[in-house]
């Protein structure tokens, strides 16, 4: 648990630059998924502290150029949409940082929400693998228990074969939206949660239970552990975890 959002984001970001660097060292690429809504911004300012030492831009170029990045879910809206994941993240850090263009993998939005899940599934196998294995998964987490676009109760709950989906009907706007399925999730070496803010503190001890039926819940990889970044107002009624 971290006292404060500022020392939130300075335990993330080197979280975040010691398992890039780990993943590079061991395989040659960090293969990340990222979600939107505030966790950019919370993850923003440590991760590029934890980088602000090195002033070698070769090195820096090296390294970013070797992380592939997707989106744990996107809304079906153009790139320069203020709703888009996409554009949030790279205002907040993406930009800031030398990963080429063609490593940071957004949606098609000329295409509809069942085909541009379809595409972007295709885009992430051909990038990592059939089972589309990331390094780590980096997800917030919603007041009602969701995270990516995967909604408490919702049938995506219980997908098997697809490894991105589409949904159209999601309780939250925009309805279209593409997303990472459990499968995902599941295959992944790190889940990191990043969550703040006294809006979810009622809901996460119900996510951190036992056999917890909420999406973030059942969100855990390869290990099935998963690592939490909290802070002080979101820990409010958890004091059974700390």
């Known amino acids: 648990m971290s006292a ?4 939130l984001s300075s335990a993330v970001g080197k979280h975040v630059a010691e398992a890039a660097h780990a993943a590079i060292k ?4 960090f293969n990340v998924a990222i979600s939107g809504g505030s966790l950019p911004k919370l993850l923003a300012s440590g991760l590029l502290s934890s980088y602000a030492a090195d002033t070698d831009t070769k090195v820096l170029q090296d390294h ?6 997707f989106f744990a ?13 996409s554009k949030g993240a790279k205002a907040a850090f993406l930009s800031k940082v030398p990963i080429p263009a063609a490593n940071i993998h957004d949606i098609d939005p000329s295409l509809d929400p069942r085909a541009m899940a379809s595409a972007y599934q295709l885009s992430m196998t051909k990038t990592l693998g059939a089972q589309a294995s990331l390094d780590m998964i980096l997800l917030g ?26 949904i159209e009907d999601s309780p939250k706007p925009p309805k279209q939206r593409i997303t990472l399925t459990f499968p995902v999730l599941q295959a992944a070496e790190q889940v990191t949660f990043v969550t703040a803010g006294a809006s979810k503190a009622a809901i996460l001890p119900k996510v951190l239970a036992k056999d917890s039926k909420l999406p ?7 290990d099935k552990t998963v690592t939490w970044f909290v802070d002080a107002d979101a820990a ?7």
């Open 4 to 7: 404060s959002k500022a020392a």
């Open 26 to 29: 061991t395989k040659g690429s």
């Open 216 to 222: 973030a819940g059942q969100a855990h990889a390869k």
């Open 236 to 242: 409010l009624q958890c004091s059974a975890y700390l």
């Open 64 to 69: 970013f150029g070797k992380w592939r990045v």
């Open 141 to 166: 987490m919603g007041p009602d228990g969701h995270t990516c676009s995967l909604f408490p109760g919702h049938p995506l709950l219980l997908e098997t074969k697809r490894l991105v989906a589409h």
């Open 73 to 85: 879910d996107e809304r079906c809206v153009s790139l320069d949409s203020d709703e888009s994941n």
